[in-house]
């Protein structure tokens, strides 16, 4: 794992994840994200947005009871889902670049995942633990709840799941 230096008494973070949805937490984590980005030397920071879209599986959209496929219905709303992603995303990425983030250290992920209704937290969770570890990320910005309503836990779930696997690195949970 990359070492942080430290500069006039602040903490370079050298490598940051932060994991997005369409939630008003989230943009509160790129705002918190770009501020921990430009608090030290310049272009020291790479900052990468991941956001998970969720698919139905396939053994649920095969065929119908019926004889009938449902892989069309199904493709549609992942292709939905995916192009929604991909402009939260830009739109995240703006707002580092108009925060003063140069645009060759943002990298954006947008990692499409099956997953039925009840179980997308733990797909999301899971998926950016994998990016997690994958990346090497010395820190990890994440919203403390999202788009659920429905609330788990005193973290909410995902950031809850993700905390647990954070080992060694620095976990930023931004409140909405």
């Keep these: 794992m990359p070492t942080?230096?430290?500069?006039?008494g602040k903490?370079?973070?050298?490598?940051?994840?932060?994991a997005i949805d369409d939630s008003e937490t989230a943009r509160k984590s790129v705002a918190f994200a770009a501020r921990l980005a430009s608090g030290g030397s310049a272009g020291a920071a790479r900052i990468t947005?991941?956001?998970?879209?969720?698919?139905?599986p396939e053994y649920i959209t095969?065929?119908?009871s019926?004889?009938?496929?449902?892989?069309?219905?199904?493709?549609?709303?992942?292709?939905?889902?995916?192009?929604a992603g991909e402009?939260?995303?830009?739109s995240h990425r703006s707002?580092?670049?108009a925060a003063?983030?140069?645009?060759?250290?943002?990298?954006?992920k947008c990692l499409q995942k099956d997953a039925l209704p009840e179980a997308a937290r733990v797909v999301a969770a899971l998926a950016i633990i994998g990016e997690m570890k994958q990346g090497n990320y010395d820190t990890i910005v994440i919203g403390r709840r999202g788009t659920s309503a429905r609330v788990e836990s005193f973290l909410g779930g995902v950031a809850e799941k993700v905390a647990r696997e954070a080992h060694g690195r620095t976990l930023c949970i931004v409140d909405a």
């Design 4 to 8: 942080a230096e430290l500069v006039f």
């Design 66 to 83: 019926k004889g009938g496929s449902y892989e069309l219905v199904a493709r549609e709303w992942a292709d939905s889902n995916r192009k």
């Design 87 to 90: 402009t939260l995303l830009a």
């Design 100 to 108: 003063g983030i140069p645009a060759d250290r943002i990298q954006i």
């Design 11 to 18: 903490e370079v973070f050298v490598n940051l994840l932060v």
């Design 62 to 64: 095969r065929q119908s």
């Design 49 to 56: 947005l991941l956001h998970v879209v969720e698919c139905l």
């Design 95 to 97: 707002a580092l670049i």
